[in-house]
């Protein structure tokens, strides 16, 4: 394979993680990102474009004859990025946009699930506005509403509420003309992000993802607070199960269309008491922040990876982990999520962790620098510190030392990551 130029589209934590593992790889020679971050622009080339207009990326790509583009985030996909790169035959990991759907559109994920028999929550949609919704009597609390957009987990509710749950439903049905009503999933939940195109699939070591803001998961939603892999709810029968019921069935079917699915499937289950997996969500893209725990612990050469993804030759591959464990910590900004402060100096981010086989370094997201060179928040998610060790408690511990040594005023950040790992 020819040394292969490399754009990776994104702004997080996700896509620095994507450029340490790429930098890595003995297949590829420059890469660039858009629009990137300070820890991309220490690896790479940041390409400040708006990536919300497909045309800005085709045209970068063009202009760099990149072998290969890397979407990171769902919104290009969901544009239709990966058909607009299809034209012009430059490979792409990221799905085309009728598979972008299973993100864009939940509805769409719900019907396909249904259609191939794959476990998911009970649903149905509604449409009438009305006082008294008897849906509300069929489901036992709490009632899971939820809005067919993409808003980043923010279009849920999760109530026991009736009157809460009885205005989302209506707020919901005004503003999108309907809204779906789920059965509630009792449970543990865990990522598995699926390496997919028509020739295979490759299940990367299972994760778990931390949503709320606040320790023991209380707190409002975010975009994740940690992560770490593999996650022990996943047990070996768990994931034989997942592959058996969920993974297989979406490989078949999406091998077997005219435009096949070329990326990530990250399948987002809930384990219920008896081990039983039931699909969430899909998303069509690598998770922020699973990509920044499970990329390090993929032992083959991610840049021949991600390009047999993109053009349909994974079966090609036999694709290798390390025998390690990963944790990360974000580390948010004062009053993240409602109304992330930026503009803050960050310090105590020098320090990285390398004793024999432990590794902790920071994957950098909302940080930008000013024109002195000092490191300042820029977003609600600033940094995230990942340790990578031989045992999970090891990898936990040493993001917190790096985490711990960092300071940014008013910063939040977890100190329960991965505790449902220790729990006995
Ligand atoms: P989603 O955007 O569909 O992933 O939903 C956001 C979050 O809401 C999930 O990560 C779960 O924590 C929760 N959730 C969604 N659907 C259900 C369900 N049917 N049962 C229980 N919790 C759910
Ligand atoms: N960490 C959840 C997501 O990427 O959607």
Redesign the pocket.
Known sequence: MALLDVLIIGNGGREHALALGLNDSNYVNNIHIAPGNVGTSEIGTNHNINILESLNITKLASDLSVDLVVIGPEMPLVNGIADDLKKLNIPCFGPVSIWANLEGS?RYAKELMQSLHIPT?DYVTITEVSDNHEILHHFTPPW?I?RDVLAG?KG?T?TTDKNIALSSINEAIKMDGYVLV????EGE?ASILVMMDESNFVCLPPSQDH?RLSDGDKGPNTGGMGAYAPAPIVTPSILQRAQEEIIEPMHHYLRNQDSPYRGCLYV?L?IDPNGAPKV??FNVRLGDPETQVTIPLIASDLGELLFSVATGNLSDLEVMFHNLCSATVVLASHNYPINPTVGDLISGNDVAIEEGETHAFIHYAGTTKDVDGNYLSSGGRVLAATGIAPTLREAVEASYQIINNINLKGSQFRSDIAFKAFRK
């Open positions: 939940k929550a899971v939820k987990g849920v999760v789920e059965e509630f999933l939940e949503k987002g809930m969430v969500e």
